[in-house]
């Protein structure tokens, strides 16, 4: 009965899935144990899909529905790319693109205290960590890594920043390199953040390597490895 | 006027029980967080998805869900005579508000709190079953824009002329006076979210004409279900976590 229900899940995963397609039912699980992310939802006895995307599965028993949009959902521990839309006594409200603005504690940085408050100004560019995301309550950010250092947190100055959509910044975040950056890491050099939110900030010594960048992970959103690397070299063709 | 010939086809050459031709888009609006077209024959709709947001106006925003807005209005150039008043008027607000409800059911509106979630529909070009194109742009949009949903929502109309049950009607046999049954039904967990009818039935002939348009809806679904799913395929060259 339980090899039953799991094959049943199994033949599911890394498949196309629909809002209201139940994945599994739990009524013939015994004693198992499974996690579910992002994208699937428990409805009595049954577990049913409630965003369009592919079921993927994480060894030993995590699933969740991996899937592309233009709006991030928070979660904590993602790394995101904000835009400071206010200031308050005692945090930032940023943008980052969720469903609310999230909270940046004015203390949330490196040796933060009462004295040394920063001064960021409204539009300001940032890269912070979420450390809360309930949903009850705005996600509170922090300009810190879990040890307390700055690390590469903090605002970004000059450079360009464009949205993309949250399934090609997780491609460019995956591991191993993305061929898209790998192949204009080979011939040029600039500096990128990368949000989970579907921000991308570039920044280059010249305005054209800049262009150059953004324009080539833009063209890659549907593009496959080899297309990515066919792209880019034709895009530096073009400006040699 | 005869709708229905003694040979049995339609004004337009259709059987009592064929649907027009069904084509969906999905991404069509590129600024919008998600967006469909969505077309019946010659009925052609666009819907675009903003949100979830945060909450424009602070004084509508509901702590314990999300906030759903829609906005329907039909383009001047829609129908045959030019029309003055594209939206806001009493029509317009009507399905407005049908398109909110029947969305409402379907949308999770509870995992986003404080958030507002905004409809724009917009038909391009008229030819009866508006509503129901205007619902089936919406679930295509809103599955694009990764809003969670129970289910996909789907609707198609169904009417009774010259005592034949017909399925979609067009334009002249919504116009005729006759009976018009919209119906929208979540598919995979079998419930009715929206039953609108014009003009009067007899019981048992409704149950015809419901059971007509609830296979509509299948159809639909189905057809919905094989965009989105062509559409997911993209993900496949993205590798993320």
Redesign the interface.
């Known amino acids: 009965m339980e090899t039953k229900s799991t094959s049943s899940f199994t033949n599911l995963v890394d498949q196309?899935v629909?809002?209201?397609?139940?994945v599994l039912d739990l009524s013939k699980m015994i004693n198992q144990t499974i996690k579910l992310g992002g994208?699937l939802?428990q409805?009595c006895d049954a577990i049913?899909v409630?965003?369009?995307?592919?079921l993927r599965f994480s060894k030993p028993h995590k699933y969740w529905v991996?899937?592309?949009?233009?709006?991030y959902?928070p979660y904590a521990e993602d790394s995101v790319l904000g835009i400071v839309v206010d200031s308050r006594s005692d945090n930032f409200l940023v943008d980052i693109k969720?469903?609310?603005?999230a909270f940046l504690p004015v203390l949330a940085f490196e040796g933060g205290t009462r004295r040394n408050i920063p001064r960021f100004e409204i539009g300001t560019l940032i890269y912070v960590r979420v450390i809360k995301a309930n949903?009850?309550m705005n996600p509170e950010l922090s300009c810190t890594d879990a040890s307390g250092k700055a690390a590469e947190f903090g605002a970004l100055k000059d450079g360009y920043m464009f949205e993309c959509t949250t399934?090609?910044s997780?491609?460019l975040?995956?591991s191993p390199t993305?061929p898209v950056l790998d192949a204009l890491g080979k011939k040029l050099s600039f500096e990128i953040a990368v949000g989970l939110n579907g921000r991308v900030w570039v920044d280059a010594a010249s305005p054209h390597t800049t262009i150059v960048v953004a324009n080539a992970i833009m063209n890659s959103?549907?593009?496959?490895?080899a297309q990515q690397r066919i792209m880019v070299e034709k895009l530096l063709q073009r400006i040699q | 006027m005869e709708y229905v010939s003694p040979e049995g086809l339609r004004l337009d050459g259709r059987r009592p029980m064929e649907m027009r031709q069904i084509r969906a888009e999905i991404g069509a609006v590129s600024k919008a967080?998600?967006s469909a077209i969505f077309e019946m024959g010659n009925t052609k709709v666009i819907a675009a998805v903003y949100?979830?947001?945060?909450v424009q106006n602070r004084n509508q925003q509901i702590?314990s869900h999300?906030l759903v807005r829609c906005e329907y209005s039909m383009a001047n150039f829609s129908t045959g005579d030019r029309m003055r008043k594209p939206k806001g008027d009493r029509r317009s607000t009507e399905i407005s508000l049908v398109i909110r409800q029947t969305m409402e059911a379907?949308i999770?509106t509870h995992?986003?709190?404080?958030?507002q979630i905004d409809i724009y529909v917009q038909v391009l070009q008229a030819d009866g079953g508006t509503r129901s194109a205007c619902i089936n742009a919406a679930t295509l949009a809103l599955?694009?824009?990764?809003?969670?949903?129970?289910?996909?929502v789907t609707s198609c109309s169904a009417g009774y002329l010259n005592s034949t049950p017909l399925l979609d009607l067009n334009y002249v046999e919504d116009s005729a006076g006759g009976p018009d049954v919209t119906l929208g039904i979540?598919?995979?967990?079998d419930k009715v979210t929206l039953l609108q009818m014009d003009s009067k039935l007899p019981i048992d002939i409704l149950e015809n004409v419901m059971q007509l348009a609830i296979e509509g809806c299948k159809a639909i679904a189905n057809y919905i279900?094989e965009v989105?799913?062509e559409?997911?395929?993209?993900?496949e060259?993205?590798?993320?976590?």
Do not use: H, W
């Open positions: 196309s629909c809002p209201g397609d139940v994208g939802r409805d049913s409630m965003k369009a995307g592919r991996e899937n592309s949009q233009k709006r959902v969720g469903p609310t603005l949903p009850g399934g090609q997780r491609m975040l995956s993305c959103e549907t593009l496959s490895g | 967080d998600g949100g979830p947001r945060e702590s999300a379907c999770l995992l986003l709190p404080r958030s599955a694009d824009a990764g809003i969670p949903m129970r289910d996909l979540l598919p995979k967990l279900r989105l799913l559409n997911t395929k993209q993900l060259y993205r590798r993320g976590v």
